[in-house]
């Protein structure tokens, strides 16, 4: 197969994947970086682990009621620290997010992630600015 | 552990990174045989892998007292999700490092190609790369860990991802330094590897985004073993031999260069290596840009990216498929995709020509020269220009306008095809006096964003959305300096060559009020970083809207003096800030 059909074909596998919503309780955090800390980074990425408590929207096998996921939301955007970093364990919060896997830009980003590593856990995105 | 995953993959987008080779993936074989967790591996086998180098001594690396550190690989977990599995090892890499690495793979692999994901911090599974074919590799860098219970690398420096600076690893002692012992736990990987039936190292790439890519730059030099290199951006800093990058101090001292850097490296290699790079970018600067071109020994293709450091335009020269048709070529034997020879410049008939050769495999989309005024230096604020390179007869030529034969300039070809890939040539730094030019044969335009155009080649700002309304009819260009994937804050414009502006007096700008609350602010930056610092006072400001008036809705011209902007023939950015980073309407900008 040519080189050009051979990527057409592929392009044209494309989908972006659907973004879930879910009502979520905050487990555990990565602390948001200084931005003076991490120059020339002026973005960073943290970690968050929830529990799916409702999903409001969308769909993925991997978020379930009652299942532990991990967010990757930004805790530092355009060198200020979001609201991110204010999270407290326990915290309820309504999210849309979408898979880490895949979203090539998201996972080159400057990533905060101080969390215990866990095969079994999911990572996310939350898709947008932090509100 | 296992979980269901009906229809997982089905779901999930595909990767960038492996989509091209979904297809070019042979079927897997049934007879593997995989080691059985908690099993302790014995050393690889004594065979040795094409490309593998053994007793050399590369800068700071001694592979034969590198290589006399027993492995010990040991199987310590494997997780299963689906039919893909997640292998945990860890191995020594140096004394006193126990490194920590997930192979990311589908069930019943054998000998398939390989894909070294050099990540930032910790290792990650790579379930995507492994749903399509892929053996993943994922190494965990040093984090000065001391328990070897967590599921991490054990032992050295200690690195914390929130005090993380680039600068902080050009250590006296290599032993201290974070690149030295990632870039030996990335090689001792791969060692480790050699006695694995699931993965072909020959039919590996090894890929380093940013930061990351440093050290693919430096394995690179070491190993002969994978297909190839795939490094974005990540060549970090060049010191000539007095210290000095772009007649500035240089971020490293020469002997940190000589130790570190990716340009003293470059000469090591066989293997091809594909740089995509911007070419205003923080870390990697110009000057390490062509001092690791002009060393490479190996086949090299290079993507440029113009004025935009690692933010996205629709230009799209580093998505999808990027790397893909060289690293398919390379890794796989898929066809040869065009490509662009070696560039010369040349005068004739008083013009200043830029001629280079294409193998066109296809129609090509785009054939352009990028040329960047100005005498080496304020790399991160050069403005780079595309001016048309066009088929006459059996090559390719482009016009270089000379509008100072006394300032030099930079010049590099690259073409695009159909299907979105780009590949380029290399940089040349060219003296039009030397050439034999002594007049300017053009004068500078005096509009600088024509938003007719539609294109963004000068917005470093991501996300544009042309509209056909605008003063003079020229349309408009709607940018947002706050979305979450272009993340500035600011709008960038990069089309400042106050050199040329002979006699201007001032920039005029049209902006298109919102009718919601001010400021919006306008800076011109000099020695331009990507963003305005606002504790380096290396911009004038101009108060657009004031705070406490409204920016009264609909277009108004607004005109900064020149007389007034500090340090103006250094100045290479116009920054505009908007309250709250609201999406800003612009029009032409000019100088007069």
Redesign the interface.
Known sequence: ????T??????A??????PVTADLVLLATS????VA????Y??ALVAQEYQVKTIVSG????VKAGSKIRLFR?GL????PTKVGKAKKGDKVRLTFK?L?????ME?E?????L?????ITYFVEV??PK | MARSTTNVFARKAFPLLTLAVAFAVPALAADTKAPVKGALVKNAPAKKAPGKKQDEKIGIYDLKAIRAVPLNPEIIGKTKKGNIVFEEVKFTSVPGVRTYMILSYKEGANKLPGIVVIDRFKAKPKEVEATNNYVAISVAPVSGNMDPKKKDTVGGPRIDPTKFSMDDHYKENPNDSYIYHHTVALLRALDYLESRSEVDLSKTVVSGYSWPGLMAAHLHALDDRPAAYVIFHGLGYYSDPDGMSGGRRAPISRKQYEMYGAGAYAKYGKKPMWVGVAMDDYFTRLDSIMEVYENLQCEKKFVWVPNRHHHETQRKELSYPAPYPWQTHWQMGNPRPSEIAEGTVAIENGKVLYTATVEEKEALKTSEIYVSYGKPGNWLGRTWHSFPLRKAGEKYQAEIPIYDAKVPFYVAGQISTPNGWYVGNGLQFIEPEKLGVSTANATYPNVLFDPSRKSDLYLRTGKSTWVAEGPGGKGSVILVPDDPQNDLGMIQFQNIDPMFWKGGKEISVFLKGDGKPGPVTAYMAYDTNYYIDKSVPNYTQFQLVPTGQVFAAGWKEYVLPLSKVANLPRVGSLFFETAGSRPLQIGTISWR
């Not at chain 1, 769909?59 to 991997?62: E, G, I, M, V």
């Open positions: 197969m040519a080189l050009t051979l990527l057409s074909a592929v392009v596998l494309q989908a972006p994947s659907t602390p948001t970086p200084d800390k991490i120059r020339p002026r973005s769909k993925n096998p991997d930004w955007m355009d060198g200020k898979p896997a895949g979203w090539t830009q080159r400057f990533q905060v992630d101080t215990e590593s866990d095969l079994a947008g600015k």
